[in-house]
Structure formats: structure tokens, C-alpha cells
């Protein structure tokens, strides 16, 4: 997404990462609160009540953006779909959904689904407000609550603008899905109403800079650019997964792959292997199963005095789970893990043992070709 994602807890069986960047945006909105909101609308009070106020209202919204994305995954696990966890960037939160709906009304669910959480959330800090405010409590303190409804029905009414692939636009492609019954148009023109809105946006952005508002203008310019290319994006993820719908990993891969035997020392591995083919890492099989994976950096960790008496399951690693793939797994979820894993090939499994290896070029060459003839 933007760089380096770190693992925060678990709820509710998801796991909850935070990019690097929610660094950026969580130091931005306490200094905007501490500095401008909070001292604009409570006057005369401390720097240390400011900035105490602020840290509160940014783990408020911490809370509410998690508290959004939940609802979305929830939901999208209650249709049976698997969800890779939530992770909170720059921009807000994504909720890792990593297959589509089946059917319309699952869309319709699991978009909406986000708002009607933000709305309740906010309807709920409202009502702790003013129930503070009852009780007397100084209306200073009262504050942060109705802040923090605020911003929840400011996020529930900005994720329902109907552009793809904000919950608004998700709405919208839920709709002409029902009522065309096709889902590549029906993304296309939610998609469309995406990019326009995020170059809206954009020009909102370059209007609020030449205004004076530097800060603002910025932010709005950035947020244009990233929906506009996540609707972009997002069209074409959706498009790439119906254009691989019903083919297998199978028809794709290469048969008969480079392996090396355990058994083999470290110099026959870079005499026979690491010189005579163009590979960085290569699988490891022992009687025809897969073992682990070795690579010019595990040989490196072999003085080359070594190499004759050290073996390669001496040194292999294990090769994670989510580099491999079953040869009758479907082609768009395979093409999905390399995407995950940064990884332009999977090595692939028929019952423990291996039969062949997928390579990313493979993938974009059939979708090419098939993407011409479409056009044609």
C-alpha cells in the first residue's frame, strides 16, 4: 500500500495492522486539534488541556475508523468471504476483503454496512455529550464526544458519495449490478463516477493552495489522487478476476520445474543450478515433496571451503505457505497472493508434492491477449 505495515492486536479474529503512514496522520490531527479546533471553540484554557484533549480525540478516531472497517468485515465474514485483516494508512482504513461479492444484495450488505456504523457511533458520542453536559461536567471535556460524533457522521456522509470503491460507490455498483445483472459494467461506471470524483477533488485541492489555504489545498489534491487511483485500481483488479473466472492455476503453470535434491552438496547447487539457470531461488524436494527453498543468499552463508561436505537441506529454508499454491486453485486467487506477496512466482503443489510453477508473466500475457481480442 504505502510501504511497511506493523501488526497491532487481533479482534474478533482479524488482525489490525497500522501503516506507516497513520504515523503522519495521527501526529497531524492531534496538532490540528491542539493548535487550532479545540482553543478556537474552548478559549482560555492550557496548552497541556489542549494537547491531553487532542490525544484523546485522536484515539477517538483510532476507534472510529476501526470501529467502520470492523462493521465491513464483520459483515463480509457472515457471506463467507475471506478477510485478510484491517489495516489503518494514511487516508483512513481499508478492510482486506479478498474476494468479491457473489451476489448484489452481499454488496449492498457489506457496503452500506460502514455508514450505519459510523452513524450509530456518532449518534452514541453525541448522547455521551450531552448526557455529560447534564451532569455538569465542564462543557470543555463534554467536547471531545461531540467532536467525535461529529467526525463519524462527517465520515459516513463522505463514504457515501457514489463513487467506487468508497462505500457510496459500492452502493452504487450494487445497484446497476441488480439491475443489469453484469458486474464488469457495473464497475466500470461506478469506477467512472470514482475518478470524477476524485478529480474534483484534486481541483478543489489546486483552488483551496491558490486560495492561501496550503495545508488544506494540499490534503485535498492528495486525497483526489489516491481515490482516483484507487478507482482506477480497483476496475481493473475487478475486471483482471472475471476476465481469470473458471480457469485454474493449472492451464497456466509450467510443468516440470527447476528443483534441486535435498541431497545435493552447496557446490553441485551453484555449479549446476545458480550458473546454468536464471533463477534467485530455487525449490527443494525430497522424494518428490517439497522440503523448503534455497537461494544465492543461503549459499553465501557456507564458507566455500564447506560446500563439498554441506548438503542443501543443510542450509534451505522453509518455504512459507503463502508462496505456494494447489494446482486447481483458482488463477485470480493465485494472481492475488503474488500481488500479497510481492512475488512474481508460486510454486505449485498436487498433494504434497510439486508439479510445476506459476510465473506472473505467464498470467499478464494470457490477460493481454485476451483483453486485445476483446477490443478487437
Known amino acids: 500500500m504505502f510501504g511497511e505495515s506493523f501488526r497491532l492486536f487481533r479482534i474478533l479474529g482479524f488482525e489490525i495492522r497500522a501503516n506507516v503512514t497513520w504515523l503522519f496522520l495521527a501526529l497531524l490531527v492531534t496538532w490540528s486539534l491542539a493548535a487550532g479546533l479545540f482553543p478556537f471553540a474552548f478559549p482560555d484554557l492550557s496548552p497541556r488541556t489542549y494537547w491531553l484533549m487532542a490525544i484523546v480525540g485522536m484515539f477517538g478516531l483510532f476507534f472510529s475508523l476501526l ?26 482504513g481499508m478492510a482486506e476483503i479478498q474476494a468479491e461479492a457473489k451476489r448484489p444484495r452481499e454488496e449492498f450488505w457489506m457496503a452500506i454496512a460502514g455508514p450505519i456504523a459510523s452513524v450509530v457511533l456518532g449518534a452514541a458520542f453525541y448522547l ?69 470524483f476524485g478529480l474534483l477533488l484534486v481541483a478543489l485541492g489546486i483552488y483551496s493552495f491558490l486560495l492561501g489555504n496550503f495545508v488544506g489545498g494540499m490534503w485535498w489534491f492528495l486525497i483526489g489522487l489516491f481515490i482516483r487511483g484507487a478507482a482506477i485500481a480497483s476496475y481493473r483488479q475487478v475486471d483482471t ?25 552447496i557446490r553441485e547447487f551453484v555449479d549446476d543450478y545458480l550458473y546454468h539457470h536464471a533463477h534467485d531461488v530455487f525449490p527443494v524436494i525430497r522424494d518428490g515433496k517439497l522440503l523448503g527453498r534455497i537461494s544465492l543468499r543461503h549459499a553465501k552463508t557456507v564458507p566455500r571451503a564447506d560446500w563439498d561436505r554441506t548438503r542443501v537441506d543443510d542450509v534451505c529454508r522453509q518455504l512459507p505457505e503463502e508462496f505456494t499454491v494447489d494446482a486447481d486453485s483458482d488463477a485470480a486467487q493465485a494472481l492475488d497472493r503474488m500481488q500479497q506477496n510481492q512475488s512474481g512466482r508460486l510454486v505449485v503443489t498436487e498433494n504434497g508434492r510439486i508439479v510445476g510453477i506459476l510465473v506472473l508473466k505467464d498470467l499478464l500475457r494470457y490477460l493481454q491477449i485476451r483483453s486485445e481480442l476483446e477490443r478487437a
Open 67 to 92: 470501529f467502520h472497517e470492523l462493521s465491513h468485515s464483520v459483515v463480509a465474514r457472515a457471506f463467507g468471504l475471506p478477510v485478510g485483516g484491517i489495516t489503518l494508512f494514511l487516508f483512513g
Open 128 to 196: 455521551v455529550s450531552v448526557l455529560m453536559l447534564l451532569l455538569g461536567v465542564p462543557d470543555y471535556i463534554a467536547g471531545v464526544p461531540l467532536y467525535l460524533g461529529f467526525l463519524n457522521i462527517l465520515l459516513a456522509v463522505f463514504n457515501m458519495v457514489p463513487g467506487f470503491p468508497m462505500d457510496g460507490g459500492r452502493v452504487l455498483r450494487a445497484a446497476l449490478w441488480h439491475l443489469k445483472g453484469d458486474l464488469r459494467w457495473a464497475t466500470l461506471w461506478a469506477s467512472r463516477f470514482g475518478q470524477g
Open 241 to 265: 478476476q472475471l476476465a481469470l473466472k473458471g480457469q485454474t492455476v493449472r492451464r497456466f503453470m509450467t510443468t516440470d520445474p527447476v528443483t534441486v535434491p535435498a541431497e545435493a552438496t
